[in-house]
């Protein structure tokens, strides 16, 4: 019998037991096998992983490391990852159940982010500011924060990681990681990679563990100078209250209940397929999942027949096999949680059109059929509440600006889609619509180069684009006396 792999934290550029000398268990969810063990990080090892980074932070070797080099390394950091690829993309799909083939195209686009944060690494610069004295030389310039904390849920594990590593370390930063318990293993070869592409040990350090222990360690260490989280709007806001108290920033990526919006005038058969991806998709686990689908009353009938049609002949089963279309959810919680939705709608008197059943797919694991609701309305709560599963409410509306109210009617704001053939149309509801990603005959596009924050509920701070890089510094301004003359009135306040 072989023996579980098992995984230490990655603090300093090593390997490291945690303190407590506990590991458990990493679940597949598609077989619920054991896949390895990871350490069970807590205060102490989080506290260990901050010295190593602050330490690294102060260290010449990073601190006076030229932009340009800081750039080389990111771009190497991204060779690296596109060559282990698909080593990442196996790993990541058998830990969280997502598609071999979204896993590989997520890795696909990954090394874009370092390259793009590379590029942008020696461009950060401040201004020069006129103020109303000529002898006066004011700057500004723009200066890492020092220690980053990254806390990252289980979905897409690299991808959001990187979202926070590629511009915190452009700028000259040094970061923790609190990984899901869900999903540690490729965010701990991702830290190898980082180290192998040349940064010195402790830029980047991975302590393992649950949200309540390592988590909560990392967001109260008082050497965190800001903290990076995605994950659940409940999460966030213990996180944002603590780091307030604290006069530290924070980045907040939190949950969605994103409105998918079929116009009468939309290509109905593009449309349901856009619906099909916003909520299908890594069977509905994205925070930008279009839950709540709002169809025009001339072509409601259409859309549901399109929409319902693919979805039960979406293919459930094994995420490495090539042909599957939909896996499991991430874990045993997860999948009930979607059931216990389900079956929510139901005594809210929603009618389930097609799934709505847990199955093991003949693998064991926790798998969900794909699922749409019909006779719902904006306020059960399978419409205002995030299930992050397989699960589409689908509504009629009858004119643009009832559509527009209902889609607003939420507490999230994170994403939104409209589909329509009228430009007008398309401009005016995406100016309307209250989210901070609209897209318009499309749905789930993402590029490092394009920024994206939640409204309301949804979170704080931007990511991604060149707006990212003012979350991981702070703006210093300078003043120079340029006159040799004497200071006529200490008493009086300069300009
Ligand atoms: P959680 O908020 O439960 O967990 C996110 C991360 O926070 C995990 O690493 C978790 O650890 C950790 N954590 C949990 N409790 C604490 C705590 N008290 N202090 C510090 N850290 C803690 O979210 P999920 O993992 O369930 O992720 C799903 C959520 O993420 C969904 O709501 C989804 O909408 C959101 N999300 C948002 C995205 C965005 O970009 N806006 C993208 C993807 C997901 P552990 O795993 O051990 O619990």
């Not at 040349?198 to 903290?227: S, Y």
């Not at 874990?331 to 093991?360: C, H, I, M, P, W």
Request: proline fraction near 5%; glycine fraction near 10%; charge should be negative.
């Amino acid at each position: 019998m072989s023996e579980t792999k098992r995984h230490h934290h990655f603090i300093g550029g090593e390997h490291v037991a945690p303190s407590s000398g506990e590991y458990f268990p990493s679940i597949n969810p598609a077989t619920r096998g054991v896949l390895y063990e990871a350490a069970r990080g807590g205060a102490e090892d989080i506290d260990r992983a901050v010295r190593a980074a602050r330490a690294a932070f102060e260290d010449p070797a990073w601190r006076d490391l030229s932009q340009t080099k800081r750039g080389h390394l990111l771009r190497r950091l991204g060779d690296l990852i596109g060559e282990n690829a698909e080593e990442l993309a196996r790993m990541e799909s058998s830990d969280n159940g997502k598609l071999l083939r979204e896993m590989r195209g997520q890795l696909a686009g990954l090394p874009e982010y370092y390259y793009y944060y590379a590029g942008l690494a020696d461009k950060i610069q401040g201004s020069t500011i006129p103020t109303s004295d000529r002898r006066v030389l004011n700057y500004t310039t723009r200066e890492p924060l020092g220690v980053v904390g990254a806390i990252t849920p289980w979905n897409s594990p690299l991808t959001l990681t990187t979202s926070k590593l590629a511009p915190a370390l452009s700028v000259g930063n040094t970061v923790v990681i609190k990984p899901s318990e869900y999903t540690s293993a490729t965010v701990l070869r991702l830290a190898e990679l980082v180290l192998e592409a040349g940064f010195p040990p402790g830029a980047v350090n991975v302590v393992t563990g649950f949200g309540a222990e390592a988590g909560q360690a990392l967001a109260d260490h008082r050497d965190i100078a800001k903290i990076s989280f995605t994950g659940s709007t409940a999460t966030g806001a213990r996180i944002a209250a603590n780091t307030a108290s604290r006069f530290i920033g924070s980045t907040l990526e939190l949950g969605g209940k994103s409105p998918n919006i079929v116009f009468e005038d939309a290509n109905v058969a593009n449309a349901a397929m856009g619906v099909v991806a916003g909520i299908f998709a890594a069977a509905g686990q994205t925070c930008i999942a279009g839950s709540r689908v709002f169809a025009h009353r001339s072509v409601y009938d259409e859309l549901l027949e399109r929409v319902t049609e693919r979805a039960r002949t979406i293919k459930i089963g094994d995420p490495l096999d090539e042909a599957t279309e939909l896996g499991p959810l991430a874990f045993e919680d997860q999948r009930d949680k979607v059931a216990g939705y389900v079956d929510l709608g139901r005594s809210e008197g929603a009618k389930v059109l097609t799934g709505g059943n847990a199955t093991d797919a003949g693998l064991g694991g926790f798998f969900y059929e794909p699922t749409v609701l019909v006779d719902v309305d904006n306020d059960m709560r399978v419409v205002r509440e995030e299930i992050f599963g397989p699960v589409a409410a689908i509504m009629p509306f009858e004119t643009e600006e009832e559509v527009l109210r209902l889609a607003n009617d939420t507490e999230y704001g994170l994403a939104a889609g409209v589909w329509t053939s009228n430009l007008s149309r398309a401009h005016r509801v995406a100016d309307r619509l209250e989210a901070g990603t609209i897209w318009i005959n499309t749905y789930r596009a993402m590029s490092p180069m394009s920024p994206r924050q939640g409204f309301k509920n949804s979170g704080v701070g931007i990511e991604h684009g060149t707006e990212t890089i003012k979350e991981y510094t702070r703006l210093k301004s300078v003043w120079v006396n340029t006159s040799e003359d004497p200071v006529a009135d200490p008493f009086v306040l300069r300009s």
